[in-house]
């Protein structure tokens, strides 16, 4: 794909994002020059301002007389996307809570937002509302349990998450897989990203007014869904990809699901860039919309099809390969404007890419095992265990105690359709992990609304939001 996405009707669609300058040292008082991003942490001792605060919204914002200096030291001080900004009065503003229950942010998201007019001055994502604990629950399952934990964050892409937390232990165990098993968790891995990205598309349409794209999105994905129900038993939330291997191979006459969505699914995605492509409402609502430049997305940590679209070619499946992913040919599709219109263009063609690595293993997929020999992390077969008592008890102490992992830390990421999924993992010898913690690409592009949403319209703000596409499981984990 060229880095330069074309925008149909000429220049009117192709707002120029100039390079940001070097970074420079902002002086004391000219908040003027900056955006400043306060943050509260909910729990912590109420100082006296926040005490008093009794009006609705009051107790998001911190008072203007805060040094700048500390908003510098603590990593709150973000340089605003506009250098002037008109003197306004505290008349002249308001703000509004739009969420959590507003159905766009997904029913557990707030944004705090502070209004002059239509226009936004200032934005604030409050999470929490989710809230479910998977990295402290983590801590009390066996790593043969963790997998039906960790693919419940991001719901929607759920072999990724199965995917890192098996790479981080197998990581630690010091284990190899089977060719096999390495290419049947990149074929699920890659028609997950299609299935993730299908769906993405149907919301986004249905959020900026393309109520058409909400029906045509979900028809396809069923496919892929119908597939993976074949193979793990589930259509999400699957525990398929586990430490040591797989939960089982493929099944009989895989091979003809998986060409018959190859060639049925692209079809759909042709019907939707004819439909969404050149539609002037479509342009109207995404062209210049939540822009978002090279150095806020470095700022922010955000990674994925948002950086990507902002000129940045970063995709772990390029930088850092696993699972032999480096034996198959893609390319990293970019775009140039950084808006929501080129988000929507990255995602398009990165399941065009998805499905040239699923060919490439259709064609190509080695015979062998589908999960480790290991005896130490892999179960007898179910055979065995009707015919040996030693291979029941092994079973058994397998399922109840665990297996025990070599003390030590962990990391690793794969590239979910969201962007950089990593896991960090220490153990302590025993077979549980003693902590858990995951980088969530969701989470850091909750974190970079403020920076998309300054100073644009409030009309703007659900095409902004649908495009950054923030699965809330994986912000609150």
Same mark, same amino acid.
């Given at each position: 794909m060229s880095d330069t996405p074309h925008y149909p009707g000429g220049d009117r669609f192709a707002p120029t994002v100039e390079p940001p300058e070097e970074a420079v040292e902002v002086p004391t008082g000219a908040d003027e020059f900056r955006r400043v991003h306060d943050m509260w942490v909910a729990g912590t001792e109420e100082p006296p301002w926040l005490a008093a605060a009794t009006d609705e919204g009051a107790q998001e914002l911190l008072p203007a007389d805060v040094d700048p200096r500390v908003d510098a030291e603590e990593g709150s001080a973000v340089v605003d996307d506009y250098l002037e900004r008109p003197d306004v009065s505290a008349?002249?503003?308001q703000i509004i809570n739009m969420g959590p229950q507003h159905p766009s942010t997904h029913? /557990?998201?707030r944004l705090h937002l502070e209004l002059e007019g239509e226009t936004i001055r200032r934005a604030k994502p409050i999470i929490g509302y989710l809230h479910t604990g998977m990295e402290k629950t983590a801590e009390t399952l066996t790593y043969v349990q963790g997998a039906t934990n960790v693919t419940r964050m991001d719901y929607l892409s759920p072999f990724h998450n199965e995917l890192a937390y098996a790479l981080v232990v197998e990581q630690l165990l010091g284990i190899e897989i #089977? @060719?096999? *098993?390495q290419a049947i968790r990149i074929?699920?891995? @890659?028609l997950n990203r299609v299935a993730s990205h299908l769906i993405w598309v149907a919301t986004q349409g249905m959020d900026v007014g393309a109520l058409s794209m909400m029906l045509y999105g979900w028809r396809e994905r069923e496919r892929i869904l119908a597939f993976f129900e074949k193979v793990t038993g589930l259509r999400m939330n699957h525990n398929y990809i586990? /430490?040591?291997?797989? *939960?089982?191979?493929?099944p009989d006459g895989w091979e003809d699901d998986v060409e018959e969505i190859l060639e049925q699914v692209p079809k759909g995605i042709a019907e939707y860039e004819e439909l969404l492509n050149e539609n002037p409402i479509f342009l109207d609502r995404t062209v210049g919309v939540g822009i978002i430049t090279p150095a806020e997305c470095h700022a922010y940590g955000v990674t994925g099809p948002i950086a990507r679209a902002s000129g940045i070619e970063w995709d772990l499946r390029k930088a850092f390969p696993y699972s032999g992913i480096d034996r198959y040919e893609f390319d990293v599709p970019t775009g140039r404007h950084g808006d929501v219109y080129d988000r929507y263009l990255v995602r398009m063609d990165e399941m065009k890419q998805s499905f040239r690595i699923v060919r490439q293993i259709l @064609?190509?997929? #080695?015979?062998?095992?589908y999960r480790s020999d290991d005896r130490k992390v892999t179960p007898p077969p179910r055979l065995r265990i009707d015919q040996s008592m030693e291979a029941l008890i092994h079973h058994f102490k397998i399922f109840t105690e665990g297996f025990k992992v070599p003390a030590g830390e962990a990391y690793q990421a794969v590239e979910s359709p969201r962007g950089e999924l990593g896991m960090y993992l220490v153990s302590n010898g025993g077979p549980k992990p003693w902590r858990l913690h995951v980088r969530t690409p969701s989470f850091a592009a909750v974190q970079a609304l403020p920076a998309m949403l300054a100073d644009s319209l409030i009309a703007d703000v659900v095409a902004t939001l649908a495009s950054t596409d923030p699965v809330l499981g994986d912000v609150d984990r």
């Open positions: 008349d002249e503003l029913g /557990v998201l #089977p @060719e096999r *098993a074929l699920m891995t @890659e586990r /430490v040591g291997g797989l *939960a089982a191979d493929l @064609e190509t997929i #080695p015979s062998g095992d």
